[in-house]
């Protein structure tokens, strides 16, 4: 076999990587201009075609972030980031595509290894596997429209345009590298679901994907204008600049550094009464809806849903000790929960955790409101409005106690990607001491595949009221929210978007 494969695209022939066990990768396809120099901070623009051959063997650089503790040191960031990796089996055949929208708070996050790899899902799934590069944080979240005047009016939501112009990218290239344009499949986890989730509310995305998984979507953390404002001149004050057009001339080091320093690092604090930070801003135009808003209006009934979140979403947090693991006082619990959910919700609510963990803290407790507040919760009025307008959801639980971390926050999509037991996953040893991890890992993948495929992943779709919630690595099927707190939630505030005083 040779090691090179070749494919054309819109914008030249492109020289692709014969993998090893089978397939091949296309890496670093440009799908738009460089978003840097007088490019940066606007929205982005189709790439320009090249001459002769270009070298598709390597991987580019993820988009610019901070120091991420997950990320190997030797992690390449740059502002030139736009750029997308495909993994076929085969460039001549009809597949279903995958695409994936990464995760990482909208502040950090890669589409290339060891990150995202889709060469076992690519194989283990018979699909083609599709990630590209968005852009996070400031750069790709900050909103100018507000502040900068008619010149920086298409100034927001830049993250999500550059997953919009991808996903057309894909449309009008994947059948060059075997896959099937009219069966494509977003699908992302934590930030990427909650992506999935604004794709799906965007009349510039409409058409795009056949299907979609949402894996733990806080998809009710979006941001009103007048909060992303606030944050816009938070930033330019940050770095002593007073306008949008001078933050072009900004090393973005300035930019990345000012913009770690004006959000709260308690990822429970960003999404609760008064909390801000980089993600989705319900601006009217790019995003004129939230995901659930555009699910109650009857905007998702043709696209079918594959959502769901993991059993101790937070877990994780207490293990590595992140901000918000601290042990707040009972009266503060009670005042921080009543202040997002209402004081019946949040009596009912932390009565039910004390009951279920009668020795738990209150840093415990607090980590099992934040996992239910921004991602179960979520999941399961995502799933009830899309079904209620008409459409088909699958819903999903991932309970499967895997050693130290457990069901925690994104341990499915190892096992989705078939990574769980590559050495580059820093986690490799816990899923390799459960027994369980393969084959859970073939059950999950499959699901996924399947889905991707044909609209069903193997069980029934969801029916109001109903306890029809898949269980991975548990026995099932249950009801989500849990029996025990789903009278609690019944009685919770639910606002439109992150409420910018206490309820």
Not at 315 to 324: H, K, M, S
Not at 329 to 339: I, P, R
Not at 341 to 357: H, I, P, T, W
């Amino acid at each position: 076999m040779s090691d090179t494969v070749s494919a054309t695209v819109e914008q030249g022939e492109l020289a692709g990587r014969a993998l090893d066990d089978g397939g091949s990768v296309f890496a670093g396809i440009p799908f738009a201009e460089p978003p840097v120099g007088p490019l940066r901070l606007r929205p982005p623009r189709p790439p320009r075609p090249w001459q002769g051959i270009r070298d598709a063997t390597a991987f580019r650089a993820s988009p610019a972030q901070n120091p991420d503790p997950w990320s190997p040191p030797d992690a390449m960031h740059d502002e030139d980031c736009l750029h997308v990796n495909v993994w076929t089996p085969d460039v001549h055949g009809h597949r279903p595509v995958m695409v994936w929208i990464y995760g990482g708070a909208f502040e950090s996050g890669s589409a290339a290894p060891p990150g995202t790899d889709g060469q076992w899902l690519m194989r283990g799934g018979d699909v083609v596997a599709v990630a590209f590069n968005y852009r996070v944080g400031a750069l790709g979240f900050l909103d100018l429209t507000g502040i900068g005047g008619e010149n920086w009016s298409g100034s927001v939501n830049l993250g999500l345009q550059d997953q919009v112009a991808a996903l057309h990218w894909v449309r009008r290239n994947i059948a060059r590298f075997g896959g099937d344009p009219d069966n494509v499949c977003v699908f992302g986890g934590s930030a990427g679901a909650s992506s999935v989730g604004c794709l799906l509310a965007m009349p510039t995305a409409r058409g795009l994907f056949r299907r979609a998984v949402l894996m733990s979507p806080p998809v009710a953390r979006i941001y009103a204008p007048a909060t992303a404002r606030r944050l816009a001149a938070d930033l330019l004050d940050t770095v002593g600049v007073r306008r949008p057009e001078q933050l072009l001339d900004l090393p973005v080091e300035d930019i990345l550094a000012a913009q770690a320093k004006i959000v709260p690092a308690d990822m429970g604090v960003r999404a609760l009464p008064g909390g801000r930070s980089w993600g989705p801003v319900l601006d009217g135009t790019v995003l004129p809806r939230t995901p659930v808003q555009a699910a109650e209006a009857g905007d998702t009934v043709t696209v079918p849903l594959l959502i769901g979140a993991n059993r101790d979403e937070m877990l994780a947090a207490e293990v590595f000790g992140q901000p918000g693991t601290e042990p707040p006082t009972v009266d503060a619990l009670y005042d921080e929960v009543a202040g997002a959910v209402g004081e019946d919700a949040a009596r009912g609510l932390l009565d039910a955790y004390r009951a279920a963990e009668p020795d738990a803290g209150t840093a415990r407790l607090r980590l099992r409101f934040l996992g239910d507040h921004l991602y179960r919760v979520p999941a399961a009025r995502m799933a009830e409005a899309h079904t209620r307008a008409g459409g088909r959801a699958y819903r999903y639980l991932f309970a499967a106690d895997l050693p130290v971390v457990g069901p925690s926050h994104g341990m499915e999509a190892a096992l989705v990607f078939g990574t769980h037991d590559s050495d580059d996953n820093p986690l490799a040893q816990l899923y390799r001491q459960w027994d369980g991890s393969a084959a859970l890992g073939r059950q999950v993948m499959a699901a996924w595949a399947g889905f991707a495929r044909t609209g069903d992943p193997g069980w029934a779709p969801h029916t109001p009221g109903a306890a029809d919630v898949q269980v991975f690595g548990a026995p099932g099927p249950v009801s989500e929210p849990p029996t025990a707190t789903a009278a609690a939630w019944q009685l919770a505030a639910h606002p439109a978007t992150v409420p910018e005083s206490a309820v």
